[in-house]
C-alpha cells in the first residue's frame, strides 16, 4: 500500500494544494443511517502512471471526483490514468457494495490490492462486491481509467456519445468534442445484507401498475427473502429463497389505480418503497420515484395519457462552460429546464448520452418530457458491427442499451428511446449491410426487453428511409439548411413526400446557426472562441459593431428555425420536431443559449413563437414584396390542443386587413384553412404581416412575418448593351423596362461569360466602359478581366454563411449595414468572388457573404472594381431564373444593379501649360463618364 | 544660398534657401499670384481665367529636381547636399475667397484625386523619398498668401517625424504582428471618447496624447498605406469626413479656426513601407482657446517634451458639439 496523504479540497470541483507523501493520514469514514459512505472529494491521481506498481513511485497530483481531468486542467491527457483513495473504516463487517456511478470510458478497479471488478461504458452505473476485500482499518481504493483518444481503435468501439465526434470538420480545440476521462459521476460504498435489491422497475401504468423487482444473494449460504413493496396506498410482496451468488425476480401487481397521472402540465410524483428482509433483518431497501402515465403509438401518432403528443422538442448535449461533459448543479439544471420550458418546448432531447440522473429528477418535477438518446454514434468501428456477442462493440452497444434504460425507465418524463444516433451518416452503404441489420435488431430488442412501455428510434437518421429501419416504433429525419426558399421548398416537398408512413415520424434534428454574445472575459476558458470571431469579422468589412452584428445574425437564425419549424407544423402527419440545439457548443452555434446558458434573444423570440399550441401559418412564397402589389398565401392552423370554435382569422398588413370566420377548429390537427389576400404597404421597407387567431373573440394566438417591401423595380429607359443573344437575360431586362442596344453598360448574363463574352468585356472596359457580369460559377473565373477567385458557398452540415450589406448603399432595395435575413433568401449565391485583382475586397463591396465556421469564409457577392479605365460590376446572385418567375427580390435587385452600373463616374482630367519661366502648370477637373 | 545641411547633432537635415526671403508676402487680392489670368497682360501663376483645382511648381522652391551646388563645401562632421526635392503649389480654388472648408463636397472629392495623382508621379521620381502633402492656414502658422490652396513636398529622404513614426510602427509590427495605426483606430472606435466624426471609412478623432489641443488626426478605418489605396468610395469618404471636421474648426470659435495639415503616406523610397504605413491626416491648430495660442516654448522646442493645458477628451467632447 503507497504511503497515505490528504489533499486539501476548495469546494466542489477543485481541488488546491499539492498532495504530499510526508503525511500518512487515511481518511476516517463512517457509513450513514442507510450505511453508505461517500467516497467524493479529494482523490489522487496519477496520469503518468502505467501500472498498480507504479503507484509507488509516481508523484501524486490531487484531483477531485466527481469530475472529468478536462475540466481540471488536463486538457491534452488522453489514454490512461489512475486514481487512488485511501480510507479508513472502524468496522468492515457484513455485504458492501461499491458503486460508481459513472467512469468515463473505461474503468478497472483494485480494492487493497486485488482486482474487484471493470467497466466499459462511460456513462452508466456499475456496482462492484467489495465484501471479504474490504477490511477494517486503512484500505487502498486504485481506479485505473482509460480515455481512448480519438485515433484509438478501442475508440471505435465504445458507446463514447460525442466524444470525437466530427473532429475532421470541429478540431479540438476550441471544439469540445474531444475525448474525455476520469471519474465524473459519485462513488459510493454502501452496507447491507444478504440480499439486495439490484433493481426496480415500476411499470407507471395506471390501468395496471406492477413493480418487477430484481434481487441478488450476496452470500454464500441460501437465503428466504422477504419483499416489501408499498407505492399509491398499497401494499404487496412475496416470498422467495435465492441460492447463494444467485438472483431472483419478485413482481408486485397492484393492477388500477386511481393514483393522480403524471402529465407535463401536472407532473404529480409518487414513491414506491420496497425492501427485503432476510431472517428478520432488514436486508436492503430502496425508495424509487416514479409517475403515472402512458405512451403509445397509435398509427402513425405518439399518444400521451391517452392524448395526441406532438413534439416540441430542443436537443440537449450536455456540455457547460466549466465541467466540460458533464451537468451542471441541480439548480443550473434547473434553470435551463425552465428556460427551454418558457420557450413553448414540450420535450428535450438528451442527445447521445446518459444525462446526470439529476437532470431526469429535474425534468420528473417540472413537467419536461423526455426523448433520451443512448450514446451509439459515430465514429464506430462499421466491419464489426453485429448483434450481442457477434463482436465486442455489439455486446457493448447492447449493454450500453440495457444500462442505460435499466438506470432511466422509472422517470416518468421519458418518453423515448433513441437506440443509436446517425450511424452510417459517412457511410450510408452501412444501413444495408447483414451485421448493421443484427446490430440494430439487437439494440431495439435489448431496449423492449428492458422496457416494454415507451417507444424506440432504431437510429436516429437523417432521412426516414423505412427500407432500412428493421425494428423501432418512429421514424425520424434530420434536414439541415439555410434561410433559402428553395430549401424552405424542399423541406416542403420532403414532408409532404413522407405523407403514407405506417409509423409516426419525427423531425428529430433541424436548426440554423446564430453568433453568441462575446463579451470580454477577464479570465476566458480555453474553448473561448471571442477571439476567432472577432478578428474574423474584423476583417470581413462589416461596417457596424460587433454586438449589432451577432443580434442580427440572431435574427436570421429565430427567423430560419421558424420558418423550418412552420413547414413541419402545417403537415398534419410529422409528428413534431426537435430544434438542434438549446445551446452552442463551440463551434456549433445552433444554440438558443449559449455555452454560459445566455439566451440570443430574437432567436428565443422566434421559437416561443412557432411553439404556441395553437398557430396559424402562412406559406410565403417569399418575405420580399413590392410597395403595393397584392400578396396572396395559403392559411394553415396547427392546433395542438383542444378543438376551437367560433374562429376568428385576421391577417394585417400595414393599412389592409383580410379576415374569415370559422364555425370550428379541430383539435390536435394541422389543416389548411383558406386563402389570405391583402394589398402591401405602399411605402417601401420592413413590415409585419400579422396573424392573429380569436375564437369566442378572445385572442389564442398571433404570427407575424417580417416582410421586406420594396419599391416596384424599374429600369426603364436604361440602355444596356449584350456580347451575345443571351435570351434569358433580354427578357429578364426587358421585363424592366431597359433598352437593349448599343448604349449603356455592358451586361454579361449568367453562365455566358466565355471566350468570347470575355474578348468584349476587356474592349468595353478598355475604352473605360462599366460592364456587369451577372452570376457566373467557379469554372468561368478564368474568363473575368482580371484575376479573380470564385469560391462555392456550400453550407457545411448546419453552419450559415451570413449575407451582409457594406455602407455602399448602391443598391436600394437592400438596407445598408444590415445582415441580410429573408432580403435574399429568394436568390442566393451558389459562389462569390474571394479576392479580385490580390485583394480580399473589390474598390465597393456592396454584399458581402461571411461564414465564421467550419472553414471560414469571406467573400463579396455583390461589387465593383475598377480595372484600367473601366469599372466591373459583379452579382453572384443568382436573379434571372426567379426574375423571370416575377420574384420581387430578384427583379429590384437586378433594377437597382443596372441604375447602379448606368450612373456617370468621375474620372480625373488634367490639362497642362507652361509658365513663362518655363515651369509646369496644371488644372485638374472632374469628367463625369458615362457608363460606356 | 540653396542647400542642405546635415545638423551633426541631431543628424537631422536642414534645408537652407534663402531666395524665400523675397518670395511674395501677403500681396492685396488684385495681387494675388494663385488666382486665375484674368488679364492675359498681367498673368498669374494660373494662366487659365477659371480653374477647379491648380498644381504647379513653387516659384520659390525650397527644393527642385536641379538643384545648384551647395555654396559651402561640406566636411565629414559638417555634412552638406544640394537641395533636390520637389515643391508644389496645390491651389484649391479660383475663388480668392475661399476656403478647404467651404470648397464642398465634390472639390474636395476632386482634391483627393489631385493629391493621389501627384503623389503617384512625385513618388515615381528616383530622387523623391517621401511625397508630403500639407497645408497652411492663417497667418499665425505663417501663410503668406490667403488664396485657398496647400503644399506638396517631395523630400530626398524621410523627414525626422516620419522617420520616427515608421520606426516606431516597425516595432510594434514586430512586437504585436498589427500595425499601430490600425490597433489606434480599432481603440479609438471601441472607446469613443476621442471621436469627432465618423463614416464607414475614416474616423476623425483628437490622439490620446494629443500635443495641442484641438489636434485632430483623420485616419481610415482599414489599412490604407496611402492615397492610392482607396477606393472610389473610400475617397468619397475621405472628402466628406474632412468637410466635416474643417466645418467644425471654423464653428469652435466663430472665426476660421488656422490650423496646419500634414498628411502621411507610405515613403516612396525603397524598402517594405506597406505593413507600417497608415494613411492619416493630421491636423494642427494653434488655438487652445479663442484669443490665446497655444506656443512652443521651453519644453517643446528645447526638448522636445510637449505639455497641453486640455485633455484630448473634453477636446473632443468640443468638437462634437461644434458645427
Known sequence: MGKEWRATASGEGGVTGQASQDHAVADRLVPDEHGRVRLDGAWEFFPTARSLADLEVCPPEPIWVPGLWEAQGRIELDGEAWYRRCFSLDDAGGWWSLCFAAVMDLAEVWLNGRPIGAHDNAFTPFTLNPTGVLRAGPNELVVRVVDPAVDDPEHLRLAHGKQGWANHVFPSRPSLYMTYGGIWQSVTLRRHGPVILDKVFVNADPDDLRIDITLANRSDAPRRAEVAARAVGRLGGSSLVIEPGDGAVAVVAFGETRALRWSPAEPQLHTAVVDVVVDGQASDARAVRFGLRTVSVDGTRLVLNGEPYRMKSVLVQGFTADRLYAEGTRAEIEAEVGAARAMGFNTLRLHIKAFDPTYLDVCDELGMLLHCDIPIAEPIAHEELGADGDSLVGTRAVQAVRDQIERDRNHPSVILWSVMNELGLYRPEVRSWAGYERFARALVAAARECDPTRPVIENDWVEPDPEHVFAGDVLTAHWYGRLHADYLDKIERSSAYWRRLDRPLLVTEFGDWGLPGMPELSDPPFWDTRAIYASGLAATRWPASIARFISETQRYQGLSDRLQAEVFRRHDHIGGYCLTELTDVPHELNGLLDLHRKPKPMAVAEMARVNQVVLPILQLDSLVVVAGSMVRAPLYVANDGEALSDVEIEARFGESAHAMHLSGIEGYRAAPVGHVALPAPGVPGSHDLVVRLRSGGRLVAENRYPVHVVPAPSAEGIGVCLPGPSPATRVVLEALGVVIGDQGPMVVGEEELGPEAARQVRSCLGEGGTVVVLAQDVARSQHYPIPLTLQPVETVWGSSVFHFTTDSGAIASLSRRNVLVAEDSTVQARSVVLDIDGAPFPDTPVVIAYKPVPGALTGTVVGSHQVGAGRLVFCQYRLCGPAAKGDAAALALLADLLGWASVPRALLEVEEDGLADGRRVARYSHHWAVAR | ?323
Open chain 2, 1 to 323: 544660398m540653396s542647400e542642405r545641411r546635415r545638423d551633426p547633432l541631431s543628424g537631422e537635415w536642414v534645408t537652407f534657401a534663402t531666395h524665400r526671403q523675397d518670395r511674395t508676402f501677403l500681396p492685396p487680392s488684385e495681387q494675388c499670384p494663385l488666382c486665375p489670368t484674368t488679364d492675359p497682360t498681367a498673368p498669374t501663376e494660373v494662366p487659365w481665367p477659371s480653374f477647379d483645382v491648380a498644381v504647379f511648381d513653387n516659384r520659390f522652391p525650397s527644393m527642385v529636381a536641379h538643384p545648384p551646388p551647395p555654396d559651402v563645401a561640406g566636411s565629414g562632421l559638417h555634412q552638406v547636399l544640394p537641395a533636390v526635392g520637389a515643391t508644389e503649389v496645390v491651389v484649391y480654388s479660383d475663388d480668392h475667397q475661399a476656403s478647404l472648408a467651404l470648397l464642398g463636397r465634390a472639390r474636395i472629392r476632386l482634391l483627393v484625386d489631385v493629391w493621389a495623382e501627384r503623389y503617384a508621379a512625385l513618388g515615381r521620381r528616383r530622387d523623391i523619398a517621401y511625397v508630403f502633402v500639407f497645408e497652411n492656414r492663417g497667418e499665425v502658422v505663417g501663410v503668406t498668401l490667403h488664396h485657398p490652396h496647400g503644399q506638396i513636398y517631395g523630400y530626398p529622404e524621410i523627414p525626422p517625424v516620419p522617420a520616427r513614426q515608421l520606426a516606431v510602427a516597425g516595432r510594434h509590427l514586430a512586437e504585436h504582428g498589427t500595425c499601430v495605426v490600425c490597433d489606434v483606430v480599432a481603440q479609438e472606435r471601441s472607446d469613443g471618447l476621442r471621436l469627432v466624426a465618423g463614416n464607414d471609412a475614416f474616423i476623425a478623432f483628437v490622439p490620446f496624447a494629443a500635443r495641442f489641443p484641438y489636434e485632430v488626426h483623420v485616419v481610415a478605418h482599414r489599412h490604407a498605406p496611402s492615397l492610392l489605396d482607396l477606393s472610389d468610395p473610400d475617397r468619397d469618404a475621405l472628402a466628406a469626413i474632412l468637410e466635416d471636421l474643417l466645418q467644425r474648426y471654423d464653428a469652435l470659435f466663430g472665426f476660421p479656426l488656422p490650423y496646419v495639415m500634414a498628411m502621411h503616406q507610405a515613403p516612396a523610397a525603397d524598402g517594405e513601407w506597406q505593413a507600417v504605413s497608415h494613411l492619416r491626416l493630421e491636423f494642427t491648430p494653434l488655438h487652445r482657446a479663442a484669443d490665446r495660442l497655444k506656443y512652443l516654448a521651453g519644453s517643446e522646442l528645447g526638448a522636445g517634451a510637449f505639455l497641453s493645458d486640455v485633455a484630448p477628451e473634453r477636446a473632443a467632447a468640443t468638437l462634437r458639439a461644434a458645427g
